[in-house]
């Protein structure tokens, strides 16, 4: 008895330092309204355990050992100052009020950690622990019963007024446990029955959170043997709605094992839930460091360089060059900001042959955060399903663009995919024609009937879609079936099943051609039979050589800048956006959106920081409106301003001769861009020099 006074007494000096009994006094003023009456009254109490070891280390091993004693303990000084303070008048009995502890964080020590990889998950110590893992799948929000008033049947009986018998919801119980109709005086045995206009009801939500690891199943090649199973959430109250799917989570939570006769489900009672994000190496190598120095005398010579050599494993240097800056162009700028904006680029690889360029995208998938190969067959946003655990409300599982959040998701090949699944793609992803809408994220709606999942009436949930989408598809013209390897320069390439408003909702779209076809064919045979023969070893002698770590690394830290466009850049990119839009309008017909100027944005940044730069130079402008220009006439053919189809690699980048050859060529295009935007760009005079 002496033992549980000081732990008393403890508690109430831990509240009275850390404000907890001030807390307690804000939180009991709404309960002071006369017209309401409950039988249990709930407060949640903020504990910091390295504060409660620091006033007592029993109390401070009680809270992180025995959760449900601590929060007994708290409960009844709770009660005591509730009393003593008198607070709330209506609470009569220590059992109507209802302690929640709220743990602020638990000790970095493998004992606190739960590892949603480890097994078998046994009987073991009901105590708090961290998890971290991926949101896939979430219910709607539905009720419980967080307390319930019971009455002795006997009249003669004390028990039969009053509030002697509450019973609140504990972690790992069901609802029967709460307010079933088997319960027994505890004075004279007579059957309790409950006093329903006492009821009180919580929101409930039920999350499935899985290792990220698992995610390395979809976008790998070969399938590991490994299987990765999920756990079951049951969020609560405050905590309903507090995480998103396809989102990734430290979770504090109470393993309970559920009894639903016959079966035992194992599930956590999240205690708090906290955003988690894993740390990923920013730095850049010796190499590519060495590298930014060498040529540091040129703009473009940098990011020449990372693409020519890009992807070494999958295809020789020089082959695939703009493809290649893409996809880096594409990782770098898939991010959310520090305004929890998401920034993305979307990818669309028109060519006559897409083995090469596929094994390239699966390669690229690996350097991404996370990365999801997805299945023409599969789910692409979100399925429903019923929910297993009793409440028969609808589970909502994620696709693999809500899996990619804040990643990749590759569609492969879109010649695999039947009319309605395109249709479902260019519906949730199209560019709309408002501004603001175009700098809002992309979302889908799930559409639940409620007949079908036991609520009253119909709901439609919309989910945001954060990740920049890569495909490819096999061009069809002409020109392929004549055998010509070139595209005519004036017209527009066939892009295959793909309708022409889904290739505009992509944004980017690129053409993979070789400048000579035999020879390209060639050089990638040689170089798969090179490596079939002599794996991991370097088969080119260059004096430059990356890692796919060195990518890797290079890539996660390109993405961690911040950046901001200069004026130069800026008027380059709006007087491209103005002079092409009036002369497309005129000549062709075609509208150019303002989605043009985010697809424009976009490049020049993520050249900015693939280039490992801070300030967006009219440089990175330049490559942003080549890339554009070539995406464009793709799609409607060419305008006044003709440039090459490999704009951005004119020549072999081979020697130094070869960089050198395309940073003149760049200059000429350069002015090119200037020109045209000084002969169509209204009011383009007062900013650009006929010179």
């Known amino acids: 008895m002496a ?71 708290f409960k009844s000084v709770c009660f005591l100052a509730i009393k003593t303070l008198s607070l709330v008048e209506k609470i009569h009995t220590e059992s109507q009020v209802n302690v929640i502890l709220k743990l602020t964080h638990l000790p970095p020590f493998p004992e606190y950690t739960l590892d949603l990889c480890s097994f078998p998950r046994g009987y073991g110590p009901v105590r708090p622990v961290s998890m971290e893992g991926l949101v896939i799948a979430l219910t709607r929000v539905t009720k419980y019963t967080q307390g319930a008033r019971f009455l002795c049947v006997n009249d003669d009986c004390p028990c039969s007024t009053g509030f002697h018998h509450i019973r609140v919801h504990a972690p790992g119980a069901t609802e029967s446990a709460t307010v079933g109709n088997n319960f027994s005086c505890m004075i004279c045995s007579y059957p309790l029955k409950e006093d329903v206009k006492f009821r009180v009801l919580g929101d409930k939500q039920l999350v499935e959170l899985i290792h990220v690891k698992a995610l390395d199943g979809l976008s790998a090649y070969q399938q590991s043997s490994l299987r990765y199973q999920s756990v079951t959430l049951f969020l609560r109250d405050e905590l309903c709605n507090s995480m998103r799917i396809g989102r990734l989570y430290r979770v504090l939570g109470i393993p309970a094992h559920v009894h639903q006769w016959p079966s035992i489900t194992w599930s956590v009672e999240a205690n708090s839930v906290q955003p988690w994000e894993p740390e990923y190496p920013h730095k850049v190598s010796a190499s590519f460091q060495k590298l930014l120095k060498s040529t540091a005398g040129s703009p473009w010579r940098f990011s020449a ?91 909502i599982h994620a696709g693999s663009a809500l899996l990619a959040s804040g990643g990749i998701c590759m569609l492969g090949d879109l010649g695999c995919y039947k009319k309605d699944r395109l249709d479902a793609i260019q519906s949730v992803f199209f560019h709309p024609t408002d501004f603001f809408s175009v700098l809002e994220s992309c979302t889908v709606s799930v559409f639940i009937p409620g007949k079908k999942y036991g609520e009253d009436a119909d709901q439609q949930l919309s989910f945001p879609v954060q990740c920049s989408f890569w495909a490819l598809t096999e061009s069809t013209d002409a020109s392929r079936r004549s055998g010509r390897a070139d595209y005519a320069i004036l017209g527009t390439a066939e892009m295959g099943p793909v309708p022409l408003q889904l290739a505009d909702a992509f944004g980017l779209v690129i053409q993979c051609k070789d400048m000579a076809g035999e020879q390209a064919l060639l050089a990638q045979t040689v170089h798969t039979l090179q490596q079939a023969v002599h794996p991991g070893k370097p088969l080119y002698s260059s004096c430059w050589e990356f890692s796919t770590q060195d990518y890797k690394e290079l890539v996660a830290h390109a993405q961690s800048l911040q950046v901001e466009l200069t004026p130069e850049a800026e008027k380059i990119i709006h007087g491209y956006y103005m002079a092409s839009r009036r002369v497309r309008t005129q000549s062709q017909g075609v509208k150019m959106s303002v989605a043009s100027i985010k697809l424009l944005i976009s490049l020049a940044e993520a050249h900015c920081k693939l280039c490992l730069r801070t300030r967006v130079l009219e440089e990175d402008a330049v490559i942003a409106v080549l890339l554009c220009e070539n995406s464009v006439t793709l799609k409607h053919g060419a305008s006044a301003l003709v440039i090459p189809p490999d704009a951005v690699f004119p020549c072999d980048l081979g020697d130094v001769d070869g960089l050198h050859k395309r940073d003149v060529t760049l200059d000429e295009l350069h002015q090119n861009i200037l020109r045209f935007i000084y002969a169509y760009a209204p009011g383009a005079d007062a900013y650009i020099t006929e010179q």
Request: hydrophobic fraction near 40%; proline fraction near 5%.
């Open 305 to 395: 360089v990372v693409a020519h050599f890009f992807g070494s494993d999958v295809a020789p240097p020089g082959l695939y060059n703009t493809l290649k800056l893409g996809l880096l162009l594409s990782l770098v700028q898939t991010r959310s900001d520090e305004k929890d904006t998401f920034h993305n680029l979307d990818l669309l690889v028109v060519t006559t042959d897409t083995l090469i360029p596929d094994r390239l995208m699966m390669y690229s998938l690996a350097l991404a955060c996370r990365g999801v190969r997805h299945q023409a067959s599969g789910e692409m946003f979100a399925s429903l399903s019923k929910d297993q655990h009793g409440t028969g409300t609808a589970n």
């Open 3 to 73: 033992d549980i006074l000081s732990l008393k007494e403890a508690a109430l000096v831990y509240l009275d330092r850390s404000g907890g009994l001030q807390k307690l006094v804000e939180d009991c003023k709404p309960f002071s309204d006369p017209q309401q009456v409950e039988a249990v009254y709930r407060l949640c109490i903020s504990v910091n355990p390295s504060d409660v070891i620091e006033v007592d280390p029993v109390l401070g091993d009680c809270v992180l050992h025995n959760p449900l004693a601590a929060t007994a303990l």
